[in-house]
């Protein structure tokens, strides 16, 4: 009797994990949108915050290496655009939001290092 308790127990719990990581993975958390700069080098960089725009300057260091692709942003609600220039011997990446988004960032800092 108790080796079928314990079964059915387990069974029962499976059943309701199951459920639970179900509506975790398979939950519309809404519009995810991401933009990716990849380098091949800890890149030295500052990010300067203005109203609806998010400045990365990158160092000259970096513009070395750039290799930099203008891509089209397709009816995104939240970026209205992206753009990228060169300014002295940086390089100056902007990203435009949308004003019916709020911008939120987090930076997590390790020992001095973002």
């Given at each position: 009797m108790k080796k079928f308790l314990l079964l059915f127990l387990s069974i029962f719990s499976s059943f309701v994990y199951a459920n639970s990581l179900k509506d975790v993975y398979h939950k519309n958390y809404g519009i995810i949108d991401r933009t990716v700069l990849v380098f091949e080098e800890r890149p030295d960089y500052s990010i300067i915050e203005e109203y609806k725009k998010i400045k990365i300057v990158l160092s000259?260091?970096?513009?070395?290496?750039?290799?930099?692709?203008?891509?089209?942003?397709?009816?995104?609600?939240?970026?209205?655009?992206?753009?990228?220039?060169?300014?002295?011997?940086?390089?100056?990446?902007?990203?435009?939001?949308?004003?019916?988004?709020?911008?939120?960032?987090?930076t997590l800092e390790e020992k001095g290092k973002f």
């Open positions: 000259s260091d970096c513009e070395k290496t750039a290799i930099l692709q203008n891509t089209q942003i397709p009816d995104n609600p939240v970026l209205e655009s992206f753009d990228f220039r060169k300014e002295n011997s940086n390089l100056i990446f902007s990203i435009s939001t949308d004003s019916t988004y709020f911008l939120k960032y987090s």
